[in-house]
């Protein structure tokens, strides 16, 4: 499966019922925590908004054979809950949780099917060098369910390209974020942004040729312009404004890294 392939099999579409009536659909993604090399925690991440409020989540998984190729089939699994079930980020400024999927997988290995889920990894977070030799104006990645639609047929997200909007060496308004010049709409809060490059592309000022993947960060709210011409934030997981700025605030992939001491002491699992 090409890189590009794969990177399709790295999101969920999350439909939360919400208590209040209604329904929030958001993106989220797999992700290994607690990653020692050989045993990991798999998990859903997505931003807190998307789950705050809800009792009820649905998602559908593709599957796959025992080897990890694809089938044309499909398995949704509906989670009874509240949003207490998800690991929300130590700092509460930061729209993002983690959802623990490992002994729903579990499950359904022990039904004898195999789901295709390819997680992203700590790997990907770009390293300070890497962060200085990329551009101001790089062309970024979104892999997402914009407004919530999708190829139901195939269990496809929908991917969308834009450019960095401020440098992400720079934090956005002093927050570990930054902006994204990209068309986002409700649906898409959770969205993996990737910088992904194929065959040739700038690095430091100097064309490289092959390919370049880093996980940036992950879409939380929009910019909006209302009737009165201010600009104000809204998150999108279940709103929709007419008059968007096409701008993403993104949270920068490094909030990731806080999560690992909470799941080890959620799940008891030991240190490397």
């Not at 990645?141 to 639609?149: A, E």
């Not at 993947?213 to 009737?227: D, E, M, N, Q, S």
Request: proline letters at 5%; charged letters at 20%; aromatic letters at 8%.
């Amino acid at each position: 499966m090409q890189l590009s392939e794969q990177l399709l099999h790295t999101t969920i579409r999350i439909e939360a019922s919400l208590a209040s009536g209604g329904c929030s659909v958001g993106t989220g993604f797999f992700f290994k925590f607690c990653d020692d090399g050989k045993t990991y925690v798999p998990a859903i991440v997505t931003n807190r908004h998307v789950v705050e409020g809800a009792y009820e989540y649905r998602v559908i998984f593709s599957r796959s054979d025992e080897n990890g190729n694809l089938l044309n089939i499909n398995e949704q699994l509906t989670m009874r809950g509240s949003e207490s079930d998800w690991i929300a980020h130590p700092d509460e400024s930061v729209d993002l949780c983690v959802l623990p999927i490992g002994p729903a997988l579990n499950g359904f290995i022990r039904a004898g099917k195999h789901l295709l889920t390819i997680p992203l990894s700590l790997e990907l977070l770009p390293t300070d060098k890497q962060i200085q030799d990329m551009g101001c104006m790089d062309e970024v990645t979104m892999v997402g369910y914009p407004n919530g639609i999708w190829d139901e047929a195939n269990n496809l997200p929908i991917v969308r390209r834009g450019i960095t909007a401020t440098p992400y060496r720079y934090d956005y308004q002093g927050q570990k974020e930054f902006l994204v010049d990209m068309a986002c709409y409700p649906g898409s809060s959770g969205s993996p942004v990737f910088l992904y490059n194929e065959g040739t592309y700038l690095e430091n000022d100097a064309v490289v040729m092959g390919k370049r993947l880093y996980l940036l960060g992950i879409l939380r709210a929009v910019p909006i312009r209302t009737l009165l011409g201010d600009i104000t934030v809204s998150t999108i997981a279940h709103v929709s404004v007419q008059d968007m700025l096409n701008l993403g605030i993104v949270i920068k992939s490094e909030r990731l890294r806080d999560f690992d001491p909470i799941v080890r002491e959620r799940l008891s699992v030991s240190g490397n």
